[in-house]
């Protein structure tokens, strides 16, 4: 295994870390207050090309491998959680399906727009019943003529309020169970679209998710993505694909964390020395850096194995279990090192914290990771 990282790829990695630390971090305390994420740093970030980290280069995105986006979301990690998610969601599972799955016409109208951030991508799965259950949804497609009529609805839809375009899973035989079922390309002008509530949270803010209602919202059949009836299929692939990427942009996370733990706890003296003298806060220290240094390992690896075309669906949903359980460990880690000061909402500690929780639900609860992995196990041990 060869986790090199191209000299353009090291480039990009040093011109976000600077961007992060001298141009996001200042501003995060703004964005959590007003959970809002300004118009000029979205517009930065589209002049540097972080829309299109996934998209390849012919259709005006960078063209990263499954490496040097996972290096990218790192530093992007290191910073407020609700920014890096409108971007995680978007280069992830809002725009992976459509670079994948697409045919070449669908490719030539949406990826150089969704390459630049004009338009912004969302993936919409998840429902009332319907949730770790990708299996349950209600929402149906009814082919008319040359367009599908789409009725239901979704929730949870990070990117909502400003996505655009919108992977959308629908049922289209309803006697196939997840064989009836297909993804379509939904643009938010279709008629019969509609915006739902935008949901308050506990973390993340500045990103936003929200409903969505499809009342006869009618969708050309040219946009069906991929084959009509492997909508389920095309699903798992996205969530799967994501999963390494949300594991970099953990350990970005947990890498700050030991960071400011490590200065606070020189820096923070009783009984007459600084904190970091006491044993156990030590011992917290050194258990928070072994498990940064075996998920950095573990993400690059699955990167690596990713761009190799290898079969990762076990060691992916190890990835995304192990990142968002570390990620929660160290946070409430860091908030114990620095006491008082981790609970207070002027520092980002504790922010740190709220955001950490929704690693282990989103895109996968950690109880889905794990029968995935059994599954996995239980192929193999069966053969």
Request: aromatic share 8%; proline share 3%; net charge negative.
């Amino acid at each position: 295994m060869n986790f090199e990282l191209p000299e353009e790829v090291l480039q990009m990695k040093d011109i976000v870390r600077d961007f992060v630390e001298n141009e996001v971090e200042p501003l995060a305390m703004q964005i959590e207050e007003e959970n809002c994420v300004p118009d000029a740093l979205l517009e930065r970030s589209k002049a540097l090309g972080l829309f299109g980290l996934s998209i390849p280069e012919e259709y005006g995105g960078m063209g990263l491998s499954m490496l040097g986006k996972c290096a990218i979301y790192e530093e992007l990690g290191k910073t407020i959680n609700g920014y890096t998610t409108i971007l995680g969601a978007h280069n992830g599972i809002g725009s992976v399906g459509i670079v994948e799955l697409s045919n070449e016409e669908q490719r030539r109208r949406y990826l150089p727009k969704m390459a630049t951030g004009e338009w912004i991508g969302a993936f919409a799965l998840t429902e009332p019943q319907a949730g770790s259950n990708a299996a349950a949804l209600r929402t149906t497609a009814v082919k008319k003529g040359d367009r599908y009529i789409l009725n239901g609805q979704k929730i949870y839809i990070t990117n909502a309020p400003i996505a655009h375009v919108f992977t959308v899973m629908a049922v289209t035989d309803p006697a196939k169970g997840p064989k009836g079922i297909t993804s379509f390309i939904v643009e938010r002008n279709f008629k019969g679209f509609q915006m739902g509530k935008v949901e308050k949270k506990m973390g993340l803010h500045g990103s936003h998710t929200a409903q969505l209602y499809f009342e006869d919202m009618e969708v050309p059949e040219e946009n069906v993505l991929g084959q009509e009836g492997q909508g389920y299929v095309n699903a798992l692939k996205i969530l799967a694909n994501g999963r390494a990427g949300l594991a970099a942009r953990c350990l970005g996370s947990c890498q700050y964390l030991l960071d400011r733990s490590v200065r606070y706890a020189l820096e923070r003296e009783q009984f007459g020395k600084p904190i970091f003298e006491q044993q156990i806060i030590q011992h917290y220290l050194s258990e928070m850096a072994v498990e940064i240094e075996t998920l950095r390992w573990l993400t690059y690896r699955v990167a690596w194995m990713t761009d190799q075309g290898m079969n990762v669906v076990k060691e992916a949903a190890m990835l995304k279990l192990y990142g968002s359980e570390v990620y929660n460990r160290i946070a409430d880690k860091a908030v114990q090192i620095h006491g008082g000061v981790g609970y207070i909402a002027e520092y980002p500690i504790e922010r740190f914290y709220r955001d950490a929780r929704i690693t282990r639900i989103y895109e996968g609860t950690s109880e889905i990771q794990k029968n995935i992995i059994a599954a996995q196990l239980k192929k193999e041990y069966t053969r």
